[in-house]
């Protein structure tokens, strides 16, 4: 059977349960969301004025979010009204020297439709849409579209987005575990049936039935939990054996190995999730050496859609905030994490791009870090927990300094621009141009 024929023979729901198995977006297609158009609007709005050279970048950005919108689907198109028009009515003339208010508004919608977004009260049209699209029979590149903007918002309602779809993609099959497992998500299933009788059998549900299910499993409230990830560190070293700054604790990496695995003499110290006798944490996985640190991040209880990038920010800004501006290379952190969440454990194994190269640096940018790390401590902590939203874009900033030493000029001054653009949202709220910014800053030198 050829390629043709084996897609003609797919039902609706194989499409959608195939759409769906492949879960996450990729960013690097370069084709944004419709919450990221907004998000790129809002970000223009206070970069006039909107005439020559400016008028570039904000035709750009005005075509995206109109492309966006077209491809938003009947029902998600529905919810929005009327902001959507009103959006769509303030962008379709060409900006000029007055069109401030005009643009002003257009901010004022994009702030609205991003709440809408985030809310979660887009997801059951996202869900109709996908289905619309199968049924249908649009062609893949829309039932892929509705696919992608179905997970962006389910991520941004704080659920975990990949999982979620995994679960939709094995109920639309009739999985008799997938659909075993709906059910008691949503409360209708107390006693379940033992896995084994009922692995890789169908659970016997019609099209209509499967579907109904993953629309009430879409809207089901996000799984509130204890957040726990662990990072990893090379090139890095601390002062003490252990240091804590509010939810973020180093470790030296021999003396946790030891404890977790050795049985060693502090290992009643350590914290539960690691030392459970009744749950599994993959200590072994941790990284070893003597220029390594382990980074435990408490992200508390809660709804998160990814916690080991959220945590992966907050570690971050504290090391980086050590290491700025004196070191352009900083710590190196690990690819990989281990995630624990109320008992259970998930992982991804700790990695470097250049783990074969045996390069070292020396110790005295370390100990510098670490003295640094350990005077910041009672001024930082405090405001981990709470500045995490804040602190991504930050992050990035210093990444984008360290990276223009080594750019052609021209890039280099793009980049600078760029991070002072980021500074001064930061500081001074999106009301302030950068210029302005220096001009103020460099006022009474």
């Not at 008028?55 to 938003?72: F, I, K, V």
């Not at 939709?168 to 033992?194: C, E, F, K, Y």
């Not at 404890?259 to 060693?264: C, E, F, K, M, S």
Request: hydrophobic share 40%; glycine share 8%.
């Amino acid at each position: 059977m050829g390629e043709d024929e084996a897609r003609a023979a797919l039902t609706w729901t194989d499409e959608v349960a195939q759409a769906l198995r492949c879960s996450s977006v990729d960013s690097a297609d370069g084709e944004l969301t419709w919450p990221e158009t907004l998000e790129q609007l809002r970000a223009r709005a206070g970069d006039g004025p909107y005439t020559g050279r400016q008028r570039q970048p904000w035709e750009a950005t005005n075509s995206d979010l109109t492309h966006a919108a077209g491809q938003l689907g009947p029902a998600v198109r529905q919810k929005l009204e009327p902001r959507l028009s009103e959006l769509l009515a303030a962008l379709s003339t060409p900006p000029n020297a007055t069109a401030a208010d005009r643009i002003a508004k257009a901010a004022r919608l994009a702030d609205e439709l991003l709440m809408q977004a985030d809310s979660g009260h887009l997801l059951p049209a996202a869900w109709q849409d996908l289905l619309g699209s199968a049924r249908d029979g649009v062609g893949f590149d829309a039932l892929d579209g509705h696919r992608k903007l179905l997970y962006v918002l389910l991520q941004r309602s704080q659920r975990q987005a990949e999982h979620v779809c995994r679960q939709l993609s094995g109920v639309m099959r009739d999985d008799a575990v997938s659909v075993q497992w709906a059910q008691v998500q949503v409360g209708d299933l107390d006693v379940t049936a033992p896995l084994r009788d009922i692995v890789g059998s169908a659970a016997g549900w019609s099209a209509q039935a499967r579907a109904d299910l993953c629309e009430r499993l879409v809207v089901a409230e996000p799984l509130s939990a204890h957040h726990v990830v662990w990072h990893a560190f090379r090139r890095a070293t601390t002062s003490k054996m252990v240091e804590e700054y509010g939810p973020v604790t180093l470790y030296d990496s021999e003396w946790l190995r030891g404890n977790l695995l050795n049985d060693g003499p502090f290992k009643s110290d350590l914290p539960a999730e690691a030392t459970a006798e009744e749950g599994f944490f993959p200590a072994e996985m941790l990284p070893e050496g003597k220029d390594v640190v382990i980074a435990r991040v408490d992200l508390g209880t809660g709804a998160r859609a990814d916690a080991p990038a959220d945590s992966r920010v907050l570690v971050q800004s504290l090391i980086l905030a050590a290491t700025f501006p004196e070191d352009r290379h900083g710590w190196e952190l690990y690819e990989g994490y281990i995630h624990a969440a109320n008992g259970d454990c998930s992982w991804k194994v700790f990695s470097l791009l250049d783990e074969d190269i045996d390069a070292r640096m020396p110790n005295g940018p370390m100990d510098i870090t670490a003295r640094r790390l350990s005077e910041m401590a009672p001024r930082v902590a405090r405001h981990l927990a709470s500045g995490l939203a804040d602190l991504s874009g930050v992050v990035d900033a210093i990444g984008w300094w360290k990276a223009s030493g080594v750019q052609p000029p021209h890039a280099s001054v793009l980049l600078d621009v760029r991070i002072l653009e980021t500074v001064t949202g930061t500081v001074c709220g999106h009301g302030q141009t950068w210029y302005g910014y220096l001009d103020a800053y460099h006022k009474n030198a």
